[in-house]
């Protein structure tokens, strides 16, 4: 079956930097766009970024832009996000989603890891 597996998450400072990864398997790993979400305690799951089926495009969310980073790797079936000049309000549990629409919508991804915690301290 398929399988999103994050790892990454912890505890950082404020202005720390921390990188998340997504294993995916299961699926044909190219067939899918891949995206990142966060949901915050008593907060609606929010977009993050999203990565095309290539790696050659991506998009994230006003609120992360120019801070995080995107990427994946065909070859191993990943998706990582590189998270820099972290702030208290990054603070949520991140998951890798998995789709084969053009969406930025949870409720249209077709898979979803089990999250993993970043908490930053300010």
């Known amino acids: 079956q398929v399988q999103l597996v994050e790892s990454g998450g912890g505890l950082a400072q404020a202005g720390a930097s921390l990188r998340l990864s997504c294993a995916a398997s299961?699926?044909?790993?190219?067939?899918?766009?891949m995206a990142w979400f966060r949901q915050a305690p008593g907060k609606e799951r929010e977009f993050v970024a999203r990565?095309?089926?290539?790696?050659?495009?991506?998009y994230h969310a006003d609120s992360v832009k120019g801070r995080f980073l995107i990427s994946r790797d065909n070859a191993k079936n990943s998706v990582s996000l590189q998270m820099n000049s972290l702030k208290f309000e990054d603070t949520a549990v991140y998951y890798c989603?998995?789709?084969?629409?053009?969406?930025?919508?949870?409720?249209?991804?077709?898979?979803w890891g089990q999250g993993t915690q970043v908490t930053v301290s300010s």
């Open positions: 989603a998995a789709t084969q629409s053009l969406t930025l919508v949870p409720r249209e991804y077709d898979y």
């Open positions: 299961g699926l044909t790993f190219t067939n899918y766009r």
């Open positions: 990565i095309s089926k290539s790696g050659s495009t991506t």
